[in-house]
């Protein structure tokens, strides 16, 4: 039986203030209901200590929303994935479609980020997912195969037994447009073949989160579909009430 897990991606966004407002009445409210599952932040980098600070003991996970492919040396403006443990961090989101097209950071690229938290004991968050183009031209399961291939070449398939991956159809994320509950189940149950083609007890092991517009009133439904363990939320999860109750849909 796979926990469920919801991550809040903050992105760009907050100050020391509203970051430290945002975790204390996250830990408020989550100390209200007992969850069965696991919940998370990835937070910007310079939050990250002030983060780990407040959250320590409370079982809410702390991550990045990005991890170098390098140990340590001249790369400008990239953070190891030892300074993100050093600094209390379980998780690194990897490949996210914001990285992948305002960024240009390619598979392979992404590939060797998610390498490198494995490596290190970090735990990967593989964000994967189509343009609206390429969903329309009929590619979403070339796109997202080419996505997990470049990874699984890289990293190995036993990898993923210490990763998460997240579906994000990139046409759904920030534009209030959420992939229906079936459209979601039917790419999550393709990946989750694409590994089991590989090894099938990484397969149903490895927890496939949705990201994509999530809110409270479209959670539960996807969160029933039988591949999806949880979510990857992005605007939702900058409102302490809104992100609580996806949280509590997830279980
Ligand atoms: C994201 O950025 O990972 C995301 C899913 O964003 P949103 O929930 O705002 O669509």
């Known amino acids: ?20 407002q945002l975790l204390g009445d996250l830990l408020a409210g989550l100390g209200e209901k007992a969850l069965t599952g696991e919940v998370g932040v990835g937070v910007p980098f310079v939050f990250i200590p002030q983060a780990a600070e407040q959250l320590k003991n409370t079982g809410i996970l702390l991550g990045s929303q990005n991890v170098s492919d390098q140990d340590a040396g001249a790369y400008t403006g990239e953070i190891a994935a030892t300074m993100l443990r050093e600094f209390g961090c379980s998780f690194a989101i990897v490949g996210h479609s914001e990285r992948r097209l305002l ?24 964000c994967v997912g189509e343009r609206l183009e390429q969903r329309e031209l009929g590619e979403t399961f070339n796109v997202i195969d080419e996505q997990l291939t470049a990874v699984l070449a890289v990293a190995g398939t036993a990898s993923f037994l210490r990763a998460v991956i997240a579906y994000e159809p990139v046409w759904a994320i920030g534009t209030g447009k959420t992939a229906t509950a079936e459209q979601a189940q039917a790419v ?3 990946i989750r073949q694409r590994i089991a083609s590989e090894d099938q007890h990484v397969a149903q092991a490895v ?5 994509g517009s999530v809110k409270p009133e479209n ?5 029933a579909m039988p591949d999806i363990d949880g979510g990857l939320i992005g605007g939702a999860s900058l409102d302490a009430r809104s992100f609580l109750s996806i949280c509590f849909s997830a279980g």
Do not use: C, D
């Not at 039986?1 to 991550?7: A, C, K, N």
């Not at 959670?219 to 969160?223: D, Q, R, T, V």
């Open 1 to 20: 039986m796979r926990r469920s897990l919801v991550i809040g991606n903050w992105k760009m966004n907050g100050t020391r203030a509203s970051t430290q």
């Open 103 to 126: 960024y240009h950071e390619s598979s392979p690229e992404v590939a060797a980020r998610y390498n490198k938290a494995i490596e290190h004991g970090l735990t990967p968050v593989l």
């Open 188 to 190: 999550h149950e393709f």
């Open 207 to 211: 927890r496939i989160l949705y990201g």
């Open 219 to 223: 959670a539960e439904a996807l969160f």
